[in-house]
């Protein structure tokens, strides 16, 4: 499976199963159009006399030529071996536990997929004893694995921060006598930032999420408080000053376009003059009645601001300034290893999370699902045929996924998303899938467009 594009002046080729990126010409961007696999020695009469009205017969030739050398290098038309590890895909110990601390937020942000804090299961905190089940449960079902992730979340963490505080340090307490290891994550919306919580945080936790929608005018539109006022103000100073302290230890600011803000590069912009440069912006993913949501509709003009974006970067970069958009990073060399090119983020099967009232769910966004309920850790169940099953959710399981030439790189997207928009957690859904493969197009021409001027 192979899969080109032009982009910025760059024809582009993919050879999906190897990984392989080539710059190519338009001479053979065209005669890919017309040889298929397996490839003879010499170039099909038939590529010859389509194109030689356009281009030089020996030109034709011999392009022919170094194309059947990439293929002989296994590098274009190259066997899928992949599928053969996705189809003895197996249970795997759980590593990564989100903890929702809080089914309570003090913003009501328009789209928030977790029904504005609560997830329809009404304002809880999670209580010290429960946050501790759920660490000895992560413990216990981590088998043999010795770095273990925990990520806080909400609602909003930060409302629960005594619970926070005392978890890690409980955690901590485990790890010399368990041979354990844990790696700590926070999402804020900022609001509740102060020296305390930015002092541990800043010692404790491995990566934090900062929560920004951009532009002042864009996030106050949809990131209000209880009372209906904007969040900007209130929170901005206070993610610079943590971002200050925070000196090279990870952290990004994340936010989400919606239908109100197609021109996202601009709130990107707005978020790096802030003097963030490691940012993600999001589509929201929502009921498409909602006044606020994208739709199929809207993509050439996504398409076109994707574009918009990767030369703004590329502008910034060649001042020799950084930025980091996430969404068009690639590790061409090493990438993703197999299994999680195959299954992604490991939802339902490597990933759970766990709610106040001690259910276990896939991830964060299953919770308050009961049909994805997995158990409990009140009382000792976990549904081990369920998790069975999201192993089993991967690209060859999906039918989409199976013939699309970003399967290696989205890993069969989102398994809530394709639940609550397509149906099934096997079923693509199809508005997300366009969007990332524009995003794969502008991160493999920024990429190609690196490993050129490097080689000059």
Known sequence: MIHKFYQNGLYILLDVNSGG?????????????????????????????????????????????????????????????????????????IKALCLLVALDCNLRCEYCFAGKGDYGKGRTLMDLDTAKRAIDFLVEKSANRRMLEVDFFGGEPLMNFEVVKQTVLYARSLEEKLDKKFRFTVTTNGLLLDDEKIDFINKEMYNVVLSVDGRKCINDRMRKRVDGSGSYDSFMPKFKKFAALRGDKEY?????????????????????????????????????????????????????????????????????????????????????????????????????????????????????????????????TFNTEMKLDFARAHVYSKPECKKCWAKFYCSGGCNANNYLYAGDILNAYRLSCEIEKKRLECALTLKAEKLLAENE
Do not use: W
């Not at 912009?269 to 739709?295: H, N, R, T, W």
């Open 21 to 93: 990126v080539h710059v190519i010409d338009k001479l053979s961007y065209r005669l890919l159009d017309l040889v298929q696999p397996p490839l003879s020695e010499n170039c099909p009469q038939d590529a010859v006399d389509a194109l030689s009205g356009e281009f030089d017969i020996n030109d034709i030739e011999e392009c022919y030529h170094e194309l059947y050398q990439l293929y002989e290098q296994k590098l274009l038309f190259s066997e899928d071996d992949y599928e053969k590890f996705a189809l003895t895909a197996v249970a795997s110990p």
């Open 252 to 380: 990004y600011v994340r936010g989400t376009y919606t239908k109100y803000n197609l021109d996202f590069t601009n709130d990107i912009m707005s978020l790096y003059d802030e003097g963030f440069d490691q940012i993600s912006i999001e589509p929201v993913i929502a009921d498409e009645k909602e006044p606020y949501a994208l739709s199929e509709s809207e993509l050439p003009e996504i398409f076109a601001e994707y574009e918009r974006l990767a030369d703004r970067l590329r502008g910034i970069r060649g001042q020799g300034k950084h930025i980091n958009f996430f969404h068009f990073m690639l590790d061409l060399d090493q990438g993703p290893c197999a299994i999680k090119r195959l299954r992604g983020c490991g939802c339902g099967n490597e990933y759970a999370a766990v709610t106040p009232d001690g259910g276990i769910y896939p991830c964060h966004q299953f919770a308050g699902i009961e049909e994805y309920k997995m158990g409990s850790i009140n009382d000792g």
